[in-house]
């Protein structure tokens, strides 16, 4: 049997995408507030019903190699840098 010791250190190790409510109860309240807005990040873009990526980079930004860029359904960071 898991003591609550133990519990708590392996909700601590688990990916905070795999957390249930319960286990997310159990981390300290700045982890409960990351777990809860990754967990609905998630849920939003697995929600959208095709991402679409607009451009939001200046033309300087994009001239040095970073394209920024979002879906323009969800809001999903589709950022990519080409390395120049």
Known sequence: ME?????IARVRR???G???????????PDGQI???R???RVA???????HERIS????E????GDHRGECKHCGKDMSWNSGD
């Open 44 to 50: 939003r873009e697995e929600a959208c019903p095709g």
């Open 18 to 28: 795999l957390l249930t409510e319960d286990e997310i109860g159990l981390l300290d």
């Open 3 to 7: 003591t609550s010791e133990e519990r």
């Open 56 to 59: 939001i980079a200046t033309r």
């Open 38 to 40: 990754y967990q609905a």
């Open 61 to 64: 930004q994009s001239n040095r």
């Open 34 to 36: 990351f777990a809860r």
């Open 14 to 16: 688990t990916p905070v």
